[in-house]
């Protein structure tokens, strides 16, 4: 596998086939102590974050209060249930990936953007910082309007953040959420099993404001609510 190939998403053709059976992963947060698996409590509400090695971007949300549970994993590929080590070879498509699970009465999806925009480097491509490939790469995978809505909306605020200070573009992925495959085991708040572990998680020292999505947000409900 060559280093260009690593920094090129695979086609539907050449991607590795993967398997069958899911990942056995841990019943219950290492930190958290709630399930790690669906079902999850009524009223809460999902979405997953790419941003780079996910050892470090799971323990950014598990600290945050209204956040229910988090898990390690691979998303926004072709590869069915793939190994790590598949991934980091980049013939999956796969990103690494936090699934968060929360209770939006007691954390804003705005807050949890926040922390996305402010915690990693979302201009570079298929790398953050040393770590490079496309399970590197930038992304939300949303699952609802709204949350697309404002995902998309927040990216704009940040860009003109980041073009004042000489950033490029923003190469974040903004989708619809597709199957969420758990990483192994030993992935899984691998930072408060190994406290001083790897953690090239870092952001740009710029931040995102997300006081202009607040109308925004208002605007958006009233529009979801109109439509249904």
Same mark, same amino acid.
């Given at each position: 596998?060559?280093?260009?190939?690593?920094?090129?998403?695979?086609?539907?053709? +050449? @991607?590795?086939?993967?398997?069958?059976?899911?990942?056995?992963?841990?019943?219950?947060?290492? %930190?958290?102590?709630?399930?790690?698996?669906?079902?999850?409590?009524?009223?809460?509400?999902? %979405?997953?974050?790419?941003?780079?090695? =996910?050892?470090?971007?799971?323990?950014?949300?598990?600290?945050?209060?209204?956040?229910?549970?988090?898990?390690?994993?691979? #998303?926004?590929?072709?590869?069915?249930?793939?190994?790590?080590?598949?991934?980091?070879?980049?013939? +999956?498509?796969?990103?690494?990936?936090?699934? %968060?699970? $929360?209770?939006?009465?007691?954390?804003?999806?705005?807050?949890?953007?926040?922390? =996305?925009?402010?915690?990693?480097?979302?201009?570079?491509?298929?790398?953050? /910082?040393?770590?490079?490939? +496309?399970?590197?790469?930038?992304?939300?995978? +949303?699952?609802?309007?709204?949350?697309?809505?404002?995902?998309?909306?927040?990216?704009?605020? =940040?860009?003109?953040?980041?073009?004042?200070?000489?950033?490029?573009?923003?190469?974040?992925?903004?989708? @619809? #959420? /597709?199957?969420?495959?758990?990483?192994?085991?030993?992935?899984?708040?691998?930072?408060?099993?190994?406290?001083?572990? $790897?953690?090239?998680?870092?952001?740009?020292?710029? /931040?995102?404001?997300?006081?202009?999505?607040?109308? =925004?947000?208002?605007?958006?409900?009233?529009?979801?609510?109109?439509?249904?």
């Amino acid at each position: 596998m060559s280093y260009t190939s690593k920094m090129e998403l695979p086609s539907a053709a +050449t @991607a590795l086939p993967g398997r069958t059976q899911t990942m056995p992963v841990p019943s219950e947060h290492f %930190v958290l102590g709630q399930p790690l698996l669906p079902p999850f409590p009524e009223g809460t509400k999902m %979405v997953q974050f790419g941003m780079g090695c =996910f050892w470090g971007a799971e323990r950014r949300f598990w600290e945050m209060n209204g956040v229910l549970t988090t898990a390690a994993g691979y #998303s926004g590929g072709i590869t069915e249930n793939p190994s790590y080590e598949e991934v980091c070879s980049g013939e +999956t498509g796969h990103t690494e990936t936090v699934l %968060v699970v $929360y209770d939006p009465r007691q954390v804003s999806f705005t807050a949890l953007l926040k922390m =996305f925009w402010e915690s990693h480097d979302p201009t570079q491509g298929m790398r953050q /910082g040393n770590d490079l490939g +496309t399970q590197y790469r930038s992304a939300i995978y +949303t699952f609802d309007d709204e949350q697309a809505e404002l995902a998309r909306a927040s990216k704009g605020l =940040f860009q003109e953040a980041l073009t004042a200070v000489g950033f490029g573009p923003i190469t974040t992925e903004v989708q @619809a #959420s /597709g199957p969420f495959y758990y990483a192994e085991h030993f992935h899984q708040q691998y930072l408060a099993k190994v406290p001083n572990g $790897y953690c090239g998680l870092g952001g740009t020292g710029v /931040g995102c404001d997300m006081a202009p999505l607040a109308e =925004f947000q208002a605007d958006s409900q009233t529009e979801l609510g109109s439509i249904s």
